[in-house]
């Protein structure tokens, strides 16, 4: 869990140029800026929202401000292994492995030292994060922001993922693993898959990603929590309370807030192929049963409750 609220940084002046750390480190791709804005962290569960955040909301920030570079954690984890293939660095197996390859990519790609909208920002992330800043988690020199989802639902999502949506290619390396849980999900029952996913040591990401995700918000005074199910119930009003926090006021306007709460609107027929299937909060209630509810009290206890999530 983490306890402490900030990471000591020396702000700088509006108005002064900024050159990011990769710069400063001769990694070769470089960014200036004419005024300071401090970084916005994004962290997001798996089957948050974490794609809207990352090829919808950040980019539009980008564009309308010219004062942003994104910094895409997951994606560019991906690349990176991708990339360094041929120098024999395989797919981690281990989450040791995983935080050993992210330090790596922390060190190659060095994140922005400000103006970066750090999106695709995994829990499962942060270990590694914190190593590189070497102090928790930035939370009142940046922003930080904590996108999580009732995780019943994200786990109906995750089931949909896995059986059919989610491409082989965004797979880190061999995708044979990911290719042998899809066959074995398909085969069974949406309940009985949901089952496995919880049953089946390391597939399941959405009960510990939600735990560690509601550890932060309780943990740090400095986050700023915004559910999954807010964005989709009132998109307009998810953004207000965003674009405050991140300090984006620039972007207020009706014509702003609606265009992008377009991208949130439920699809006219649902869609097990897509990645945006459903949207619609509540999908959990279609398939849980007694046994379901129990598997995931065992791994939640009362947090559900704790942040408004009944059965």
């Not at 798996?46 to 955040?53: D, L, Q, R």
């Not at 991906?78 to 922390?106: H, V």
């Not at 984006?248 to 306007?253: K, P, V």
Request: charged share 20%; glycine share 6%.
């Amino acid at each position: 869990m983490l306890t402490e609220n900030g990471l000591e940084q020396h702000e700088t002046p509006p108005n002064v140029c900024i050159q990011n750390q990769a710069a400063q480190s001769g990694v070769s791709d470089e960014a200036t800026f004419d005024e300071f804005r401090p970084n916005i962290y994004f962290i997001c569960m798996h089957k948050a929202a974490s794609t809207f955040i990352a090829d919808v909301l950040f980019k539009d920030i980008v564009n309308r401000t010219g004062l942003y570079q994104p910094y895409l954690v997951g994606s560019f984890l991906i690349q990176f292994i991708n990339q360094q293939k041929a120098s024999g660095l395989n797919p981690a197996r281990t989450p040791q492995e995983r935080q050993e390859q992210l330090s790596m990519l922390f060190k190659h790609k060095p994140l922005p030292t400000s103006n970066g909208l750090i999106g695709r920002l995994y829990p499962g992330h942060l270990p590694a994060l914190l190593q590189f800043l070497n102090a928790p988690l930035p939370g009142h020199t940046n922003r930080v922001c904590v996108m999580r989802r009732d995780p019943r639902d994200a786990l109906v999502s995750l089931y949909y993922s896995i059986s059919y949506s989610h491409s082989p290619e965004d797979i880190e390396g061999d995708s044979s693993g990911f290719l042998a849980n899809r066959a074995e999900l398909k085969a069974q029952t949406v309940r009985d898959g949901l089952k496995t996913l919880l049953s089946k040591r390391g597939l399941d990401s959405t009960m510990p990603e939600f735990m560690r995700c509601t550890d932060l918000i309780l943990s740090n005074n400095n986050a700023c929590d915004l559910p999954y199910e807010l964005l989709v119930s009132d998109p307009c009003l998810w953004l207000v309370k965003f674009a405050e926090f991140a300090e984006l006021t620039e972007l207020f306007n009706e014509a702003w807030m609606e265009e992008i709460a377009e991208n949130m609107k439920p699809p006219t027929h649902e869609d097990p192929n897509s990645h945006k299937r459903r949207i619609k909060p509540g999908n959990w209630m279609d398939v849980f049963d007694d046994e379901l509810q129990s598997m995931v009290i065992a791994k939640l206890g009362d947090r559900l409750e704790q942040f408004g999530y009944l059965w």
